[in-house]
């Protein structure tokens, strides 16, 4: 059986895997914060 090297192709935005994990986790953490915003700000 002949192994070839599997490439991985890079992502279409942002140009490298990390740096779309990073702006992920980036999102995330912004529309927490948004939503413990609202939370907080019509709590009663």
């Known amino acids: ?3 070839q090297e599997i ?4 992502p ?3 140009g ?3 740096r ?3 702006f992920v986790l980036m999102y ?3 529309l927490i914060a948004l ?3 609202f ?3 019509f709590a009663p």
Do not use: K, S
């Open 28 to 30: 995330l953490a912004a």
């Open 7 to 10: 490439r991985d192709e890079p």
């Open 35 to 37: 939503f413990y915003g």
């Open 12 to 14: 279409p935005i942002l």
């Open 16 to 18: 490298t895997w990390p």
């Open 1 to 3: 059986m002949d192994e």
């Open 39 to 41: 939370t907080v700000y």
């Open 20 to 22: 779309v994990y990073l």
